[in-house]
DNA sequence: TCCTTTTTGGCGCTCGGTGCCATAAAGTAT
DNA sequence: ATACTTTATGGCACCGAGCGCCAAAAAGGA
């Protein structure tokens, strides 16, 4: 009943999702993404290809680590924030503080997004977590405002929120001494320019 | 040398793009995407699977239909408005042109974008699809800023509007009563709100 | 030692997608 | 009519992702 270490029971698993993620990103530094084919990632992780499967639902989701956990992360966010901050600061900020990683796996998530964002298959996949991402998002604001997390609103932001931090990110990604926080801030400000320019 | 009919010479094709689509959509409609297979769609049209893969690099593409040529019409588009129109303005006549269509033709635009855009793999291979919309947009930006397409500005543009473009196509298959054309004009005035307001 | 639990991983299959290539079906020149 | 050229077809074999099935492995507990 404790959330500490429950007694393993049956077989020991194999591996676990870093392992797989290390040597898959080993793999996709040295051939590439579509090179890489998934017997390669289970050879060398020492394990059956099909248990692979059972730990990533595809070889599209292995760079996206465990995603499920940063949006609960997300949630939390939006949680924390008191309600008397406007709709779109709060936004706003939780974007801000979903992409705050430290700064010791800053690296890391460099190399994690320069792969989604520049290989044409992770690219596609990532609609499909995206989608998810902007739920949280939709979610919040349908709260906020008192309506359905799919009325227009509510989806819009959800949208508009995406489309604001990919662009930052790739901003991010072309400029290595940028910080991920102040590219996300300055997209917002040329955003609100681009929009209210004559 | 003139534009009309060129001599076909060699074998002639067995079939064209609009055939293929049509079986795909009826078998689409009846059985759902995913269940439908390319060899399905190949025997209705009455030709081989190979032959298939050669009117549409995947099955992916063919609810997509000849969506370069939608794009030459979108640069023309752009090409079309004066220069001394503000920019933001220019981007949003151009987003609301391109989806413009024929009063007649929108019932089959309906099915067409439900497919897209609610259909998991259709979703996701869409972001492909979406990259070259968004480029027609940079470009058009950059070229009014004197600054590289690849810019984060017009990326930003790009992705933003984007984003302003599937919410209202989301929008507009909730509400079967609403014009597309107008609902595109709604989603600008309601994202001018929402990050205007306090 | 047997039983239960849990994970593994091999096997076989489907389906999208591709390279290869022989062949069909047209026009054209002799 | 025959031969040549051009272009499209479509069969065949192959690859890789992904999945259902299931026997076997590896642990703990009785």
Chains 1, 2 share one sequence.
């Not at 590439?32 to 990533?56: C, H, K, N, P, S």
Request: hydrophobic share 40%.
């Amino acid at each position: 009943m404790s959330a500490s270490r429950t007694k393993p029971q049956g077989r020991p698993s194999a591996t676990d999702h870093a392992a797989i993620e290390r040597a898959a990103f080993a793999l996709f530094e040295a051939q590439g993404f579509d090179e890489t084919t998934m017997e390669q990632i289970a050879d060398a992780v020492g394990v059956g290809r099909r248990t692979l499967f059972r730990y990533f639902p595809s070889k599209n989701d292995i760079p996206w680590g465990q995603f499920d956990e940063s949006l609960r992360h997300f949630r939390e966010q939006f949680d924390a924030v008191p309600d008397d901050v406007p709709l779109a600061e709060t936004v706003h900020r939780c974007v801000i503080a979903f992409n705050d990683f430290d700064e010791a796996s800053m690296p890391q998530h460099r190399v994690r997004m320069r792969l989604i964002l520049t290989t044409p298959a992770l690219q596609a996949h990532s609609a499909l977590r995206y989608e998810a991402w902007r739920a949280v998002i939709s979610e919040y604001v349908g709260r906020r405002l008192s309506m359905p997390a799919d009325a227009p609103l509510p989806r819009l932001v959800g949208h508009v929120s995406l489309a604001l931090a990919v662009a930052s990110y790739e901003r991010w990604l072309a400029h290595p001494d940028t910080r991920l926080t102040e590219v996300f801030a300055e997209s917002m400000v040329e955003l609100r320019a681009y929009l209210t320019s004559g």
